[in-house]
């Protein structure tokens, strides 16, 4: 397709088919500057939305763009496990009182660490319809 106005012509990159611009050379007459990847030969007709196309061993090749499955809602992490994630994450919280250099950890907080440690044997969690954890009732951490 050559537009004479304005001494370009559309041409075509070769890798997906999009349309650019080659411009008439200002050195040589009847000689277009064609851009790096592209081609003067109309690719076949194809709808870009489902499919691509591309210019490979001197010819245009169409193609079928694969329709990806989305993937499965992964399963909700069971209670228990939550349970003990979160338990973990709590008593982390605590562990500097237990290091050799801080003062003795006071009896409630020692009990409030084993109460920690041994809930997943106290309560029965459960999951909401959401997936997140019910049934726990978490102890109270004592003031340091």
Not at 12 to 24: C, G, L
Not at 28 to 55: H, K, N, R
């Amino acid at each position: 397709m050559k537009n004479t106005e304005t001494n370009t012509k559309t041409v075509w990159n070769t890798s997906n088919a999009s349309p650019t611009i080659a411009h008439k050379s200002p050195l040589e007459p009847g000689v277009y500057l064609m851009p790096a990847g592209s081609i003067d030969v109309e690719p076949l007709p194809f709808d870009s939305a489902t499919q691509g196309c591309s210019w490979i061993d001197d010819k245009w090749i169409v193609v079928d763009i694969p329709v990806l499955e989305p993937e499965p809602e992964p399963d909700p992490i069971p209670a228990i496990e939550q349970l003990r994630f979160e338990r973990n994450i709590w008593l982390s919280n605590t562990d500097w009182w237990m290091y050799a250099d801080t003062p003795d950890p006071s009896q409630a907080q020692l009990d409030y660490r084993k109460a920690l440690r041994d809930l997943p044997a106290t309560v029965t969690p459960g999951l909401d319809e959401e997936g997140n954890l019910t049934g726990v009732t978490w102890p109270e951490k004592p003031k340091v």
